[in-house]
C-alpha cells in the first residue's frame, strides 16, 4: 500500500459534514467517478456516525481517523475508531428507533451494498475498511 | 458550521416540511423534532419537501421510518417530495422507497401522485 492520506475527526456530529467533504475532495483527487463519489460520501458518513455513535457510548473522546490509500486500481479506505462492534450480517433491523436517530444494522448495511468488499474489523475498536474503484 | 434548516407551512390538509442542507448525525434531529411537532399539533398529512436537500444518510431514513410510524399510528401519510439521485437510492438499497411515496411536487404529493 502507498502512504495514506489522512483525517483526524474529534467524534462529535458536526464533524460528519467535514469527513464528506474530504472524501469527496479525495476521490475527486484521485479520478473516481463522480458516482462513486456519491457513495463515499454515503459510506464515509454511516461509518463516522457509528463511530461517533459508539465512542459517546462507552465516553471515548479519541479521535477518528479516515486514511486514503492511493493504491491502484482502487482507493483503500480506512475508517479507525477506538470504538463499536462490527455490525451483524443479515439481520432484519426493526426500521423504527423512536428516541433515537441512529441504527447501526441500518448503517453498516448501507456500507456493505455499496461497497461488497467491506470488512468490519474489530481490534479493540472498529475499523471499517472497503476499496473505491477509480 | 451546518447550513442546515428545517421549515413547515400548513397546506389544507397537509403540512409541508421543507428541509435544505445535509440531513446526518448532526442535523437529523432538528428534522425529527420538526416531524413530531407537526405530529404533536394534530398533523397527521405531511409532505416532506426535500427539494433542496443535498445529502442523507441513515439517520435522515430512521427520522423518516420513525415519522411515517407515527403518522400511521394516527391512520395518516408522509409523502415524500423531489429527493435527488442520492437520496432516491439509499431509498432503493434499503428498501424504504416501498413504504415512503415519492413525488415530483408538493402539488402531485397532495394529490397523491406517485412517482
Same mark, same amino acid.
Given at each position: 500500500? /502507498?502512504? +495514506? $492520506?489522512?483525517?483526524?475527526?474529534? +467524534?462529535?456530529?458536526?464533524? $460528519?459534514?467535514?469527513?464528506? !467533504?474530504?472524501?469527496?475532495?479525495?476521490?475527486?483527487?484521485?479520478?473516481?467517478?463522480?458516482?462513486? $463519489?456519491?457513495?463515499?460520501?454515503?459510506?464515509?458518513?454511516?461509518?463516522?456516525?457509528?463511530?461517533?455513535?459508539?465512542?459517546?457510548?462507552?465516553?471515548?473522546?479519541?479521535?477518528?481517523?479516515?486514511?486514503?490509500?492511493?493504491?491502484?486500481?482502487? *482507493?483503500?479506505?480506512?475508517?479507525?475508531?477506538?470504538?463499536?462492534?462490527?455490525p451483524a450480517e443479515g439481520v432484519e433491523w426493526e426500521p423504527v428507533? +423512536?428516541?433515537?436517530?441512529?441504527h447501526p444494522l441500518l448503517?453498516g448495511g *448501507?456500507?456493505?451494498?455499496?461497497?461488497?468488499?467491506?470488512?468490519?474489523?474489530?481490534?479493540?475498536? *472498529?475499523?471499517?475498511?472497503? @476499496?473505491?474503484?477509480? | 458550521? %451546518?447550513?442546515?434548516?428545517?421549515?413547515?407551512? @400548513?397546506?389544507?390538509?397537509?403540512?409541508? $416540511?421543507?428541509?435544505?442542507?445535509?440531513?446526518?448525525?448532526?442535523?437529523?434531529?432538528?428534522?425529527?423534532?420538526?416531524? /413530531?411537532?407537526?405530529? &404533536?399539533?394534530?398533523?397527521?398529512?405531511?409532505?416532506?419537501?426535500?427539494?433542496?436537500?443535498?445529502?442523507?444518510? %441513515?439517520?435522515?431514513?430512521?427520522?423518516?421510518v420513525?415519522?411515517?410510524?407515527?403518522?400511521?399510528?394516527?391512520?395518516?401519510?408522509?409523502?415524500?417530495?423531489?429527493?435527488?439521485?442520492?437520496?432516491?437510492? !439509499?431509498?432503493? !438499497?434499503t428498501d424504504l422507497?416501498?413504504?415512503?411515496?415519492?413525488?415530483?411536487?408538493?402539488? &402531485?404529493?397532495?394529490?397523491?401522485?406517485?412517482?
Amino acid at each position: 500500500m /502507498t502512504d +495514506p $492520506v489522512e483525517l483526524m475527526l474529534p +467524534p462529535q456530529p458536526e464533524f $460528519v459534514g467535514t469527513a464528506r !467533504i474530504f472524501a469527496a475532495a479525495i476521490g475527486r483527487h484521485f479520478g473516481v467517478d463522480e458516482e462513486v $463519489v456519491a457513495d463515499l460520501k454515503v459510506a464515509i458518513s454511516e461509518a463516522c456516525t457509528g463511530a461517533i455513535w459508539a465512542h459517546n457510548q462507552e465516553g471515548i473522546a479519541d479521535p477518528i481517523v479516515i486514511r486514503v490509500f492511493p493504491d491502484l486500481p482502487s *482507493l483503500n479506505v480506512e475508517v479507525e475508531s477506538k470504538a463499536g462492534q462490527a455490525p451483524a450480517e443479515g439481520v432484519e433491523w426493526e426500521p423504527v428507533t +423512536p428516541s433515537d436517530t441512529f441504527h447501526p444494522l441500518l448503517g453498516g448495511g *448501507l456500507i456493505r451494498t455499496l461497497f461488497p468488499d467491506a470488512e468490519f474489523i474489530e481490534n479493540g475498536g *472498529l475499523t471499517v475498511r472497503f @476499496s473505491v474503484p477509480r | 458550521m %451546518s447550513d442546515f434548516s428545517v421549515d413547515a407551512r @400548513s397546506d389544507g390538509d397537509w403540512v409541508v $416540511v421543507t428541509a435544505a442542507g445535509d440531513i446526518d448525525v448532526y442535523t437529523a434531529p432538528r428534522l425529527k423534532r420538526a416531524l /413530531t411537532e407537526e405530529i &404533536d399539533r394534530g398533523h397527521h398529512h405531511i409532505v416532506l419537501d426535500m427539494t433542496k436537500v443535498r445529502f442523507m444518510d %441513515s439517520t435522515g431514513l430512521a427520522v423518516m421510518v420513525g415519522g411515517l410510524k407515527k403518522v400511521k399510528a394516527k391512520k395518516g401519510t408522509l409523502e415524500l417530495v423531489g429527493p435527488n439521485d442520492q437520496i432516491r437510492r !439509499i431509498l432503493t !438499497i434499503t428498501d424504504l422507497v416501498k413504504i415512503l411515496p415519492v413525488h415530483d411536487s408538493v402539488e &402531485d404529493a397532495c394529490r397523491g401522485k406517485t412517482t
